[in-house]
Nanobody
Framework: QVQLVESGGGLVQAGGSLRLSCAVSGVTFRSYTMGWFRQAPGKEREVVTAVKWNSGTTYYADSVKGRFTISGDNAKNTVYLQMNSLKLEDTAVYYC???????????????????WGQGTQVTVSS
């Protein structure tokens, strides 16, 4: 049974940093496409970043390029999202997702993932 458990969310001032963790069980995360999504109140869930580990292919939303980084720790079977220079508009619930690796331009989009975590709240204050 695949389980994803996020942690690391919280309240941070604008300009600060947070690192989110996604502990993966039931599968080895490097065999999957892993993504981070977020959903702000009243908005749709959007992809923040995603990676296909075997090819090293990554995707970053324009809004987070240069500020967020996705990485993984094999020993802990955990995926991370390092978030720097946080902005008020980064406030959202952040979700970790895992999906079978697929080819094509939709590989990082929401429909590519079959497994989701419960989410962790990130609040950026001024």
């Amino acid at each position: 049974q695949v389980q994803l458990v996020e942690s690391g969310g919280g309240l941070v001032q604008a300009g600060g940093s947070l690192r989110l963790s996604c502990a993966v069980s039931g599968v080895t995360f490097r065999s999957y496409t892993m993504g981070w999504f977020r959903q702000a109140p009243g908005k749709e869930r959007e992809v923040v970043t995603a990676v296909k580990w075997n090819s090293g292919t990554t995707y970053y939303a324009d809004s987070v390029k240069g500020r967020f980084t996705i990485s993984g720790d094999n020993a802990k079977n955990t995926v991370y999202l390092q978030m720097n220079s946080l902005k008020l508009e980064d406030t959202a619930v952040y979700y970790c997702a895992a999906g079978l690796v697929i080819v094509g331009s939709n590989w990082y989009k929401r429909g590519a993932y079959g497994y989701w975590g419960q989410g962790t709240q990130v609040t950026v204050s001024s």
